[in-house]
């Protein structure tokens, strides 16, 4: 009965099994119990029919992490629609490009947001709804409407990512793919056992609010941290008031966390850390802190958290090969099938370093309006994922570059073709080339090599403005390395290798 309504049906059986436990939570004040929840959700729906969308219409929310999170996307879903989720830190023209890239006939966003506000006059298609506004409060007092049945193939997530072109492009999830992902959850990410409570730091728009269904599917209460962000000090309080929390970080907070919390964080079942990989040193410093509290996954935007895992019981630091597993991403999730492939998609044996291939109901079915980027993405059932890895003889995955040069900084990916697009729009830079170098703080930070005419320094803050002038705040270079020539191949190629040497980390 509840697979016929999809992801909607998660919190259908829920609100009936356990109505009356707390669901959502703003801080440390309850929001809603299930029953409550459900009714929101049903009125969402109800108010949504009124408006005649065909099935499937997409939906856009951009937002900080709010309550409102929870009532929009699964009502989204029981009425029949799809969730496009969108980054906030985007600027007002990276917003409405996607919101014209997948025709969204609704955006829910904050009043506060002003790139959000200016990206809906850049698109008049979409209608846009504040969150806190009586527009958006008389919404959740339609009288409730019943369930829109979907098929396990129907598009219920769209998740936009970069590519080397530096245009985004919308890999749809469909209620399927979400819920197998739901089931690895439990199997493989914690089969130590789920925690009760979820807390939302991370931004809902990506792995947080993913693992916001297995924690639905289990009758967990999600809290919103009242800051809508990460904050160690109220990290800190929430853990003395609430039991067994749960929470899904990028590798810079899991390094923040170690830095600067005081206490013994009493309320603390499980850091989910992903989103780039941790650095061993960093993981040996948290587990010798906090030892059985780590879980590691890997995962795309393709095939959501759902690669490799590596749960608690395999972050063993009296383990013989304790360095080696913590090096790595893990074993494949249950269902599953990861690869390693050279350049004629030849599997090769344990120790080999080739391009890693996924298989499984995870998997996305393609891009959206992209065939040709799907075609190449998408080869026989599998996932080519362009990362590079190798698997040890036990199983365990270790990832060893990005073929595709994705910079990860704070958890976020960064394509470096995008920002050069945007540098090379001054008129004084006549080449450029943006990489990645480590940073202890971030895992990366973007660093742009420069070819220009002028004296090293003099336009770096006409760049800063141009650069805020068109692209996200973190996508912005946080050095600029002035050059002659940049390092080429034969056939005129950026050797991005040699740059890299040219860096020294955190400088």
Not at 26 to 52: H, I, N
Not at 117 to 145: C, F, N, P, Q, W
Not at 151 to 175: C, D, E, N, R, V
């Amino acid at each position: 009965m509840y697979f016929d309504y999809g992801l909607a049906g998660l919190l259908m059986r829920r609100a009936i099994i356990t109505p009356d436990a707390p669901a959502v939570a703003f801080g440390k004040e309850p929001v809603a119990t299930y029953r409550q929840l459900m009714r929101r959700v049903e009125a969402f729906s109800a108010w949504a029919g009124t408006l005649g969308l065909p099935k499937g219409a997409r939906v856009a929310i951009v937002l900080k992490n709010h309550p409102a999170w929870f009532e929009i996307m699964f009502g989204c879903w029981h009425a029949g629609l799809s969730v496009v989720p969108v980054n906030v830190k985007l600027h007002a023209q990276e917003v409405a490009y996607i919101l014209d890239d997948c025709q969204a006939s609704l955006m829910f966003f904050d009043s506060e947001n002003t790139a959000a506000a200016e990206a809906l006059s850049l698109v008049k298609a979409a209608r846009g709804i504040a969150i806190d506004t009586s527009e958006y409060s008389d919404i959740l007092h339609s009288s409730g409407g019943a369930p829109v049945a979907v098929g396990p193939g129907s598009l219920a997530w769209l998740f936009y990512t970069s590519g080397t072109t530096g245009k985004p492009k919308g890999a749809m999830l469909s209620h399927g793919n979400l819920l197998a992902m739901c089931q690895c959850y439990a199997t493989d990410v914690e089969p130590e056992g789920m925690g009760s409570t979820l807390l939302h730091f991370a931004p809902m728009s990506h792995g947080s609010g993913l693992y916001m269904l297995p924690h639905v599917l289990h009758g967990s209460l999600q809290v919103v941290p009242e800051s809508r962000g990460f904050n160690v000090g109220e990290l800190e309080s929430l853990l003395e008031h609430y039991d067994a929390v749960s929470f899904f970080a990028a590798p810079t907070m899991v390094t923040r966390l170690v830095d600067n919390v005081r206490g013994s964080l009493p309320g603390l079942h499980t850091v989910i850390c992903g989103g780039a990989p941790m650095y061993v040193s960093d993981a040996f410093r948290f587990l010798e802190r906090f030892p059985n509290k780590l879980a590691q996954i890997y995962g795309q935007g393709e095939t959501p958290m759902t690669i490799t895992s590596l749960p608690k019981s395999l972050h063993d630091l009296a383990h013989p090969r304790s360095r080696e597993r913590l090096a790595s991403c893990g074993v494949a999730q249950t269902g599953i099938e990861v690869r390693i492939v050279d350049d004629t998609g030849q599997q090769l044996p344990a120790g080999e370093l080739g391009e890693i291939i996924v298989r499984g109901p995870t998997v996305m079915a393609g891009y959206w309006k992209r065939p040709e980027e799907t075609a190449k993405a998408l080869k026989a059932g599998w996932l080519y994922t362009g990362d590079i890895g190798t698997f040890d003889s036990e199983g365990f995955l270790t990832l060893k570059d990005r073929s595709k040069d994705v910079i990860i900084s704070g958890g976020s990916n960064i394509y470096p073709r995008e920002v050069e697009e945007i540098l090379l729009l001054h008129p004084k830079v006549k080449e450029v080339a943006v990489l990645g170098q480590q940073d202890d703080e971030w895992g990366e930070t973007v660093v742009a090599c420069i070819v220009t005419d002028e004296h090293p320094g003099t336009i770096n803050a006409e760049l800063e403005e141009l650069c805020l002038n068109h692209i996200a705040r973190f996508k912005r270079p946080k050095h600029y390395l002035y050059m002659s020539s940049l390092p080429k191949n034969a056939t005129g190629k950026v050797l991005k290798a040699e740059l890299r040497g040219l860096l020294k980390p955190g400088a």
